[in-house]
Structure formats: structure tokens, C-alpha cells
């Protein structure tokens, strides 16, 4: 890991620093840090739902970003807006960068939800176009939903999409994959760590597509959808080629992901990261480790709707760990 002075940075929305519809190697980036420098930084979404949204989901700053969004920041086919990329020293193909996330904000009182035919997880039942607005109440940090029924959802607000650009100039921002992205993982909140891959020099990292509140699997296509601050800090590490990516620590637990074409096909890569994971930071044999996998991890199908990759993630419970293992996994990864 570089280390380096802690520099606080704020980064602002505007057309200068958002792009919309995926990565690409040809951003320029727009803010440049040292490793372990913190960020506030800003996010928007919702770029093509404002001419339906109410007054207070569009704040001038998001509609002078709709209507004025340079061309050459429009670089891929998904929907998402997202803020950077932010380019971080030092940082090199086949270093390991890793996001701490230390607060997530909701910018504004509502969020939105989409339904859209062809999409979710059942296409041929709900063919309907359908967008709904979704009050929220950020004292109590709770939705209502449906409106006026007294079901209150608990607002765990996270980001969507946290990711490394790779060697592509547009890559759709829909699809997750071993760079990150659209991972829609919602055990992603404020305290976790994430470590993605570095593919291009600085990592090129954006964020976005901030969600208030999301089930696993985000069957109809969207979670809550929802404006979002937040404060990052980004950390450069050097030969950490043993650690299978992406790959998450929360409070209670350390996570492995999937993300392929099919349920299978995802689960089958996210048992086999945690495989590895216990081979080669518990010290357990293959066999020994599959067995656990067994008993105590939990696999979760983490979202079922950003095609072609369907995604599968899992959970090992730091509380099942004697101290000693505890504490060697904790200074491997510190």
C-alpha cells in the first residue's frame, strides 16, 4: 500500500465530472488522488426519468446535467449516471484498489422504481412499462410503499455501481463483472470495504447509482433508486494477487461474488472464490474449505436482472472464526 498524506477531496455532479451509460478507457479523468486520500463525493440518478419525476427528485444541479451532458461523456448504452472516474497514483494493472466506504447519504426525500417489458425476473407476467416515485422519509429512514398501506421499508442505502475501467471504450454500465460495476450487492453500506482490480493506470474508478433500499435479487429491475452522497477513501495495494476480486469485508462478514450469463454459472463462481479464499487466508485445505462452504457460509443470489450477468454473493461470518484466524485475515488485509 502507497503510503501517503490523507487528503480530503470534494467532488461535485456537473457535466464535467458525470458520464453516463458505462466505462470507458477514453474519459479523461476528472479528479486525481493519492492513495488513501478521502473523497466526498456527489451522485445523481435518474437521467432519463426527470420529465416524470415530481419537483423534488430534480434539483437544478441533475437538470442542468440532463439537458446539457456533453456527447463525449455519453459513452455506453446503460442507463446509469455515474460520477468520475477518478484516477488514483501509483495505482497499476494488477494492483488491487480497495473502496472504504464511509458514509452514504441520500441526497433527496423520493426515489423512483422501474418495471420495464423484456426485464426483471418475470418478463412474460409483468410486460408493462411502469415507473413509480417512492416518497422517503429521511428523519425515520423508512418508505412507505405501497403508499398509505403501513408497510415501511427500512431505507439501507448503498451504491449500485462501484468500478474500475478496463481497456474498453464503452462497456455498458448494466452488466457486473470481475471488475465491479453494477453489482447492485446491497451488504455494500456505510463501514464496508470493497477491493476490485486494477486494469488501466489510476484504476479509473466511478460510482453511482445509488439505491435507498433493495431486496435480494432486485426482481422487477430496479431497488428504490435514489440520489446519493457519499464519502470514500481509496487505497492502493501492491502484490495482493492470492485475494480472489471482487471481493468485500463488512462488520460481521467477509464476502466472495459471482457474476456469469446463469444463476449456476454465478454461484458456482462465487462458491469458488470463497474456496480460495479460505485456502489461501485460513490456511484450510481445498477439501476442508468446500465442507465449511458447507456448513456455515450463506449464499445469497445477490440480483437477477443486469443482463447477460445474473449475480451470486457469499457470506462467511467473521463470528465463527477463532481469534488467532480472525486476526491473521485482519492484518492480511490491512
Known sequence: MSENRETYHILKATCDTVHLGGFSAGLCPVLTVNSGDRIHVETYTGFHQIDQAPPEFVPTQLREICQNLPNDRKVGSGPHLLTGPIYVRDALPSDVLEVRIDRIIPKLPVGFN?????????????????????????????????????????????????????????????????????????????????????????AMFSIGDGHSA???GEVNLTAIETSMDGVIQLIVHKNWTALPLPFAETKTDWITMGFAPTLDQAFEQALTQMITFLEKFIGLDAEEAYTLCSFAVHFHITQVVNSPNRGVH???????????LYQLVFDRLS
Open 114 to 202: 422501474i418495471m420495464r417489458p423484456g426485464a426483471g425476473a418475470l418478463p412474460q407476467r409483468f410486460s408493462q412499462e411502469r415507473v413509480q416515485f417512492v416518497d422517503l422519509n429521511l428523519t425515520e429512514m423508512t418508505a412507505e410503499f405501497p403508499s398509505g398501506s403501513g408497510i415501511h421499508i427500512p431505507l439501507t442505502p448503498f451504491f449500485g455501481i462501484l468500478g474500475t475501467a478496463t481497456d474498453e471504450l464503452s462497456r455498458n454500465s448494466s452488466p457486473p463483472g470481475d471488475y465491479g460495476g453494477n453489482m447492485d450487492n446491497r451488504q455494500l453500506q456505510a463501514g464496508s470495504r470493497l477491493f476490485l482490480p486494477v486494469f488501466l493506470p489510476g
Open 214 to 216: 433493495q431486496g435480494d
Open 314 to 324: 457469499g457470506l462467511l461470518p467473521k463470528s465463527i472464526l477463532p481469534k488467532s
